[in-house]
């Protein structure tokens, strides 16, 4: 009774939270940022003057096309397009405002606004799906997208992977630390400062082989920025949007130095033996820069001074007609010559605003609840049942007494249980997604799902073996004593004992599967696919707030800890019985009794 109560107690107090996050709940009144709204040319910047000169020396541009093919000789029918008339694209959610999803679930950014306005020219529809970032430039090697679109910055090693097209914008990239701290430019970083950058972007191929340093690599911005905040890491070496963006009036950081290399421009991967697509790309390119698309865009969304002897497109691409900028930049500053900078705040503030914005709370749930609680929901059953069906079976092959049964089932469940998860998932998703892309459209939730189903059983089987290894021997030799075969008499009786044992570690198993849909992400989704991490995720990336994420964890609680507690009761049952709280003998015994007395 007394776990009853406190269970019902946990429940109430989480739909309370929820409750009051709808409703406003306390804390800030303010509206949050939304980083992933074109800004406009009241942001606009001038060049760094605190560019690194040494590390921005101009590199000779051997990529970048003299010319492109005229539009009208495009043949769209021979761009290799995975379906027919759309361009589908593989993209991220968590950097403003280059690539991100907006309040209203979609994939926007300068970036992929820009992408579309080229498609357009080109008579085609985009289809965009989010993913992570390191491992976009695999998926469009191995054609599970046609174009990447990520603000990639390109290399020589990236280019031994893809193919790019011409560059539509340029990489700076800033040093972000603590204020009136000891670092104060790139020539201060050493070995003894902990840096921080996101895995597999071009900042950590800086650090790790321009600056010889180990780095601490982060999934994403916002994290490694909280990390940042936080005193985890001494540095931050960043995209410079995504750190401007990311730094908020109040914040005990700033950028302290840039760097830039006109031989590093920002394209979109496609491909490598896509050209006609990069061509036809190419072509577009030059075009939405003709007629002022890209001039329009840029001042909307990024809106910053263009470095000397950088322009976007082909060699042979006009001159962008922009803004003067630097001017604009002077103007604002000069608006308010005498503004006091804004106090820094106290690790408290920072904590509760980081964490705790009601307002971000309410902002979150409805998204939580009609697209990321289905998706968590569906691929947690989904797999979870078919996970239990081949489970069953790998335990049953696995004390075969047949070694053409038994072998196979014990290399399958020590290769699954052995590889980490999101290995499994990006192998079956990559693998076997483009063989069977007749079957699902190329869209790989499904396959995400199989994913996880496979990585269940694994450990599922191995439940299930042990459950059925500790029925008591006697309990089969007595099926066989009245006439069982030894397969009636394992199906009939040792088994249903057996799993009757492991009830509690099959729920604690779907627990882990609940949170483990969260990997699905990794093979690019639809933004109606995300489930809950991911649309916590995104909104975190809108705001550069951490309380959507708190807030999907909640929903996860909700989820798990009914499911926890059910466990601990199935357990309690299952080892102590039913007791008897009648108090009062069947009346037939009852009857017996007296005739005997």
Known sequence: MVRSRWVRAWILALLVLLLAALTGGCGSSEAPTDLCAPPGVGSASAVPTNLDAAAAAAGEDRFTTATTTPLDQIDVTALGLLKPGTISVGTLSDAPPSICVDASGTFTGFDNELLRAIADKLGLQVEFSGTEFVGLLSQVANKRFDVGSSSITTTDERRRTVGFTNGYDFGYFSLVVPNNGAVKGF?????????????????????????????????????????????????????????????????????????????????????????PLIDALNSGLDAVIADGTWAKLYSEWVPRQLPEGWKPGSKAAPEPQLPDFAALAAEHAAENPNAAPAQEKSTLTQLRETFFDWS??????????????????????????????????????????????????????????????????????????????????????????????????????????????????????????????????????????????VLPALMNQFIS??????????????????????????????????????????????????????????????????????GTLDPLDQAIVVERG
């Open 513 to 582: 599967l609940i949170k483990d849909s969260s990997l699905i992400y990794f093979l690019g989704l639809l933004a109606t696919q995300r489930e809950l991490f991911a649309v916590g995720r995104d909104l975190n990336a809108q705001t550069g707030n951490l309380s959507p994420l708190v807030a999907a964890g909640l929903f996860y609680l909700v989820l798990t800890i009914p499911l926890t507690h059910l466990v601990n009761y199935i357990d309690r049952r299952l080892r102590t019985g039913k007791s008897d709280t009648s």
């Open 187 to 275: 020539s201060d970083l050493s070995a003894d400062t902990r840096i921080g950058v996101v895995q597999g972007t071009v900042q950590d191929d800086y650090v790790v082989n321009t600056l010889g340093l180990d780095p601490v690599k982060f999934p994403d911005y916002n994290t490694a920025y909280a990390n940042l905040k936080s005193g985890q890491i001494d540095a931050w070496v960043a995209p410079s949007q995504q750190a401007e963006g990311a730094i908020k009036p109040g914040d005990p950081t700033s950028i302290v130095q840039n760097t830039f290399s006109l031989n590093n421009f920002v394209g979109w991967a496609v491909n490598k033996n896509n050209q």
């Open 360 to 501: 971000l709370y309410r902002q979150a749930i409805p998204d939580l609840l009609k697209t990321g609680l289905p998706n968590t929901v569906i691929l947690a059953l989904t797999s979870g049942v078919v996970g239990t069906v081949v489970g069953m079976l790998l335990a049953i092959a696995g004390l075969s007494r047949t070694r053409w049964l038994r072998w196979p089932a014990r290399v399958y469940t020590d290769v699954f249980r052995g590889l980490p998860a999101v290995v499994i998932i990006l192998i079956v998703g990559l693998g076997i997604g483009p063989v069977v892309k007749g079957i699902t459209g190329n869209n790989p939730y499904w396959l995400g799902a199989a994913a996880l189903a496979l990585l269940a059983a694994a450990y599922i089987g191995e439940i299930f073996r042990s459950g059925i290894q500790s029925v008591d021997p006697g309990q089969l030799e007595a099926a066989r004593a009245i006439g069982f075969s030894h397969r009636r008499a394992m199906n009939l009786v040792v088994i249903p004992q057996g799993v009757r044992r």
